[in-house]
């Protein structure tokens, strides 16, 4: 099956800018997570989407930071205006219900604000 | 609060050696932990769970609830196993959601 894909796979913006990553989950995986990973830490949850509902976004600058997922399949994150500590890699994953609470990611993008 | 802590950020072995990685992990109630790596230009994927008990590329790791750890062993540390490794934990409170340690960056010297 096909992974996960997210694009663009880098992105270089200047503060102020604001700037838009896409995911496309695995086909038939109904649960879809935006992680975002800082230098040197660990992946940190930022929203997770239950088909097209959001199931937990209390980790998600909501001033800045939105999400949607409106078909329940592809999703969208976007920053408005991003600041210098958005700098990270910003990771989709996705699972499908039930299974073995294994969630598949996707390659990333990459993001530098300058 | 749901906390999961790997004490070392970088691990250096040499082929053969025998590779334990360590976590620790804070949470009220059972968890569920998992191992996840990454290889070099690789994403990011699922290595074990404490659930299925098995053995992956020759690691185990075994859920250690009186010292709430996690460790990750391997007795023969092999080249190919150099890589980013990152100890989660599944909190089964509300919306499910992972949450992981820092990870620790493997090396195998050969």
């Known amino acids: 099956e096909a992974g996960v894909a997210q694009s663009p796979r880098y992105k270089i913006i200047e503060k102020r800018q604001s700037v838009a990553f896409w995911c496309n989950p695995i086909s038939g995986h109904a649960t879809l997570y935006w992680y975002q990973q800082i230098l040197g830490q660990g992946p940190k949850l930022l929203i997770q989407f239950q088909n097209n509902g959001v199931v937990d976004d209390s980790q998600l600058p909501k001033d800045r930071f939105s999400a949607e997922r409106l078909k329940g399949v592809d999703s969208t994150l976007k920053i408005q205006p991003a600041k210098l500590e958005d700098s990270a890699v910003y990771l989709c994953?996705?699972?499908?219900?039930?299974?073995?609470?294994?969630?598949?990611f996707g390659p990333g993008t990459r993001l530098t604000v300058l | 609060a749901q906390r999961v802590t790997q004490p070392e950020k970088l691990l250096s072995v040499f082929k053969g050696a025998p590779v334990e990685l360590k976590c620790n992990y804070s949470y009220s109630g059972s968890p569920e932990l998992f191992w996840y790596v990454q290889y070099s230009r690789q994403r990011l994927q699922l290595l074990l769970r404490h659930i299925s008990r098995e053995s992956i590329k020759g690691f185990t790791a075994d859920l250690n609830k009186g010292e709430t750890s996690f460790h990750l062993k391997k007795p023969f540390a092999q080249e190919e196993d150099s890589a980013m490794y990152y100890c989660?934990?599944?909190?089964?409170?509300?919306?499910?959601?992972?949450?992981f340690g820092q990870g620790t960056r493997l090396t195998i010297n050969p």
């Open positions: 994953a996705s699972r499908r219900t039930g299974g073995r609470n294994e969630q598949f």
């Open positions: 989660a934990l599944l909190s089964l409170q509300g919306a499910q959601k992972l949450v």
